[in-house]
T-cell receptor, first 112, second 111 residues
Framework: DTAVSQTPKYLVTQMGNDKSIKCEQN?????MYWYKQDSKKFLKIMFS???????INETVPNRFSPKSPDKAHLNLHINSLELGDSAVYFC???????????FGQGTRLTVV | KNEVEQSPQNLTAQEGEFITINCSYS?????LHWLQQHPGGGIVSLFM???GKKKHGRLIATINIQEKHSSLHITASHPRDSAVYIC?????????????FGQGTILTVHP
């Protein structure tokens, strides 16, 4: 059973399009995250939600909008995609106070 | 300057060698993670440390809170250990596990 699952795994799209990446965790964790990994493999946090509430927003362009319909899901919607958005996006979850993070397998987004 | 610095950035070893990857950080932390990212891209948490030392199989992780430094050791390295190893910290007082990452160390173990 996959603990944190993301879909799709690969996403190729044209500039200007709007796309979504879905994330689901079956661990019962309260906190979920989106991280971006750039071409140099450097990971950086984008958002964090705790119990469906936004708690971290790391100066990400407002074209990126996370949505958490329930605490098991945290989806990432991106409007007006730009070439610089090409990266691998990782979803993760953890439980506050435990801090062990479980990562999804990543979504490789390529904007052409 | 990044809050979390790893060294070396690239490491090549022969099978069987003892490997050390270092991580230094500049902020007070509540915990430190060592993560492994395989060529396929998935990220796995190897260790979470707040003090002392942990061992799992051939992997050993240590942390010195006073010196703001952690090391990941691999004994008897094997080609399957080839991966990117990432150090990540949780800043002290952060209750929601926000991770700040090092730039990663690319390890290649040759047979």
């Amino acid at each position: 059973d996959t603990a944190v699952s993301q879909t799709p795994k690969y996403l190729v799209t044209q500039m200007g399009n709007d796309k979504s990446i879905k994330c689901e965790q079956n661990l019962g964790h309260d906190t979920m995250y989106w991280y971006k990994q750039d071409s140099k493999k450097f990971l950086k946090i984008m958002f964090s939600y705790n119990n469906k509430e936004l708690i971290i927003n790391e100066t990400v362009p407002n074209r990126f909008s996370p949505k958490s319909p329930d605490k098991a899901h945290l989806n990432l919607h991106i409007n007006s995609l730009e070439l610089g958005d090409s990266a691998v996006y990782f979803c993760a979850s953890s439980q506050p106070g435990q801090a062990v993070a479980f990562f999804g397998q990543g979504t490789r987004l390529t904007v052409v | 300057k990044n809050e979390v610095e790893q060294s070396p950035q690239n490491l090549t070893a022969q099978e069987g060698e003892f490997i050390t990857i270092n991580c230094s950080y500049s902020v007070g932390i509540s915990a430190l993670h060592w993560l492994q990212q395989h060529p396929g891209g998935g990220i796995v948490s190897l260790f979470m440390l707040s003090s002392g030392k942990k061992k799992h199989g051939r992997l050993i992780a240590t942390i010195n809170i006073q010196e703001k430094h952690s090391s990941l050791h691999i004994t008897a390295s094997h080609p399957r250990d080839s991966a990117v190893y990432i150090c990540a910290v949780i800043a002290g007082g952060t209750s929601y596990g926000k991770l700040t990452f090092g730039q990663g160390t690319i390890l290649t173990v040759h047979p």
